[in-house]
């Protein structure tokens, strides 16, 4: 079942939340730019990582500390007990929107790039830190995605040699207020970089 709140309920009882004696506002005040998570979400070859990578570049020319949390490296390590299934691909982005909101907590800019092919999962990670949370949606058509296809895995998804693809046979569900929808098809990487710095500056973050 989707969104029903999966691993959300601690298994232990006898645990303390122990306040932290520097706080994220401390932090922040010491970064002179506040901590936020950006997310990206759209098909693969939709341009998540080549963005997000893009920001982080221009955001450290700036002085700003980032981390890009990037699908694949992530699955290396803290997910790589999961696989592809809807119920593992919630518990992949669970520990993501925890592990970013740790990040933005540090007053950090993470940015991270996963497919994230369900609103409800988005929702979810939305849900822990919703003042601090830009859905960045690159809205780039199926035909484009697949006619980039940088890595080959379209060609071998149509073949059936990966299965439960997003956009090819798993469903990819398009976010309905996103804070930023970019056409990655139509703009250039560059315009959508300065499209996110932009909203950055007019949202006081940098
Ligand atoms: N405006 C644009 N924004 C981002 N990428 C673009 C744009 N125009 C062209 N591209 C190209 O599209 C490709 C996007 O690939 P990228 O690896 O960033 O996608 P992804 O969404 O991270 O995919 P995956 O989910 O498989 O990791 C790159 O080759 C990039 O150069
Ligand atoms: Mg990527």
Known sequence: MKGDGFMSI?????????????????LEQLHNHRGTTIWFTGLSASGKSTLANGVAA????QGISTIVLDGDNIRHGLNKDLGFSPQDRTENIRRIGEVAKLFTSAAVINLTAFISPYRSDRQLARDLQPDKFI???CDTSLD???????KGIYKKARSGEIKEFTGIDAPYEAP???????DTGEMTIDECISKIIGYLGDRGII
Do not use: M
């Open 176 to 182: 309905e207020n996103p804070e930023l929808r970019l």
């Open 58 to 61: 221009e955001l450290h020319k």
């Open 144 to 150: 484009t995605c697949e006619e980039r296809d940088p």
């Open 135 to 137: 859905e960045v949606f």
């Open 10 to 26: 601690p298994k232990s009882q006898n645990i303390t939340w122990h306040e932290r004696t520097i706080s994220t506002a401390d």
